[in-house]
């Protein structure tokens, strides 16, 4: 069972540079979401789908676009990075598109660095 | 608003001791769920329990228990006869009928031989 794949583990990116984080999930869940862990701060929501086509915006939206085209995959683009989303990235999907009942599963993380 | 404070940033124990780690919650809803993450030193963050508001019952799953009292709005978790591989990250996280969940900042816990 791959779950939920996130792709690059690693990433260092000088300010203003853009790029995308993988995340693909084999669970044919609806539910998918972005977090950003920081220390002493917890994990807090980017961004979150219930399903393809459709997007919202979590607590810490700023900075980050997402797009869901297909069931399975969720990417999460910085247009324009900053030291400020230096950070460690995660991603997550649940089987019911209501979060509030479900258990969510979540990815290794990208540890996100910004010069 | 809704917010989960863990006001433990770190706990150290020696093996076999227990310990217990606090998760305090606010919401205005009536309906919410609460959870425990565990986060090990590899990153991934594994689930422990999910406990909905209408119910209160404790909870045991071998060495973890779980005690959640609405009149305090606390959700805590303790583990008994603690392992080394209990070190790790906890989270206690809390939902409502919308679709985000908030994290507490976390508990590292450190079992030392």
């Known amino acids: 069972n791959a779950g939920v794949t996130q792709t690059p583990k690693f990433q260092v990116l000088k300010t203003g540079q853009s790029m995308t984080l993988q995340c693909a999930q084999d669970?044919?869940?609806?539910?998918m979401s972005w977090y950003r862990q920081d220390p002493g701060m917890g994990l807090r929501l980017i961004h979150y789908?219930?399903?393809?086509?459709?997007?919202d915006q979590g607590e810490v939206p700023n900075g980050y676009n997402v797009s869901r085209s297909t069931t399975e995959d969720f990417p999460l683009r910085l247009l324009s990075a900053a030291p400020s989303q230096t950070s460690v990235y995660f991603c997550?999907?649940?089987?019911?598109?209501?979060?509030?009942?479900?258990?969510?599963?979540f990815g290794a993380g990208t540890r996100l660095s910004v010069l | 608003a809704q917010k989960v404070t863990q006001a433990q940033t770190e706990i150290s124990v020696v093996e076999k001791e227990d310990v217990t780690l606090d998760c305090v919650y606010e919401t205005r809803d009536t309906t919410y769920y609460l959870f425990w993450y565990k986060q090990p030193p590899s990153g991934e963050l594994v689930f422990l329990i999910r406990?909905?508001?209408?119910?209160?019952q404790n909870e045991i799953s071998g060495r973890y228990s779980w005690n959640f009292q609405k009149s305090t709005s606390s959700f805590n978790f303790t583990i008994t006869a603690s392992q080394v591989v209990d070190s790790a990250v906890y989270f206690c996280?809390?939902?409502?009928?919308?679709?985000?969940?908030?994290f507490g900042a976390g508990t590292r816990l450190t079992v030392k031989p």
């Open positions: 996280a809390l939902t409502i009928n919308n679709n985000d969940m908030r």
């Open positions: 997550a999907s649940s089987y019911s598109k209501v979060l509030a009942k479900n258990i969510q599963y």
């Open positions: 789908s219930v399903g393809a086509g459709i997007t």
């Open positions: 406990r909905n508001s209408f119910d209160e």
């Open positions: 669970m044919n869940h609806e539910y």
